[in-house]
């Protein structure tokens, strides 16, 4: 059974802010949310976690409703370079949880 | 800064031949993992390993071996190649959760490598 629900793709505007969503209405309340992308033909790559509260670093932020059954990963000014794969993974903070990726959105930038 | 490196990053291997797929990671991670990657699909669990001289096996362990025994390495054995194992192999590393350096509610990624693209003909 899948953990998340993603729509299979995606555009953006390039400068824009691309909203990524994602469910997960069985989350369980020790579970995080993590998204990675996977740019074509590299390995995928870590972009943000959280837990109950909205998150935001460098690349991205998060964002988790109250009762934890969804989330929005926001991109806030998209470039090309963002063309990627999008997973969405909830999983234990036990280190040796597997992460289940899924099939992810495809975000595409548009020029 | 290396990080994950895989070798080789791709191959071509008979049906019946044997070869060792190498993942180092120079980030004094505690926890290896080995996913495989085929079109259309996310990524699944092989193999994986919380620390040195332990190994424990993933969603879809039939056909592979691995060892570690260097905490930096970790090794994953092709005995006999078939068709069905032609894939994207993938090697992460993580941070223990319980690593007494870091913050106890801290939750630390996978990080991973580029790839091995292996072909079974």
């Known amino acids: 059974d899948a953990k998340t629900t993603q729509p299979p793709s995606m555009d953006c505007a390039e400068g824009r802010a691309a909203n990524l969503p994602c469910n997960h209405s069985?989350?369980?309340?020790?579970?995080?949310v993590y998204w990675y992308r996977q740019i074509h033909s590299q390995g995928p790559q870590y972009i943000i976690h959280g837990l109950k509260n909205n998150e935001t670093n460098e690349m991205a932020s998060l964002i988790i409703t109250e009762d934890r059954k969804s989330s929005t990963l926001i991109l806030p000014h998209a470039t090309l370079r963002d063309t990627a794969v999008y997973y969405c993974i909830v999983a234990f903070n036990f280190g040796n949880e597997k992460l289940t990726f899924g099939t992810g959105t495809r975000l595409t930038i548009i020029p | 800064n290396a990080g994950v490196t895989q070798t080789p990053k791709f191959r071509v291997l008979k049906t019946g031949q044997s070869m060792t797929l190498l993942c180092a990671q120079d980030m004094n991670h505690e926890y290896m993992y080995w996913y495989r990657q085929d079109p259309g699909m996310g990524l699944r669990l092989i193999h994986y390993?919380?620390?040195?001289?332990?190994?424990a096996k993933g969603e879809v362990p039939d056909g592979y071996n691995v060892s570690r025994l260097k905490k930096q390495n970790f090794l994953l054995g092709l005995e006999s190649a078939a068709p069905s194992q032609t894939s994207v192999y993938f090697c992460?590393?993580?941070?223990?959760?319980?690593?007494?350096?870091?913050?106890?509610?801290?939750?630390?990624?996978?990080?991973f490598g580029d790839g091995t693209r292996l072909s079974i003909l």
């Open positions: 390993s919380v620390g040195e001289g332990t190994t």
């Open positions: 992460a590393s993580s941070y223990s959760p319980t690593d007494p350096t870091l913050n106890l509610n801290s939750n630390q990624p996978q990080h």
């Open positions: 069985t989350i369980s309340g020790n579970e995080y």
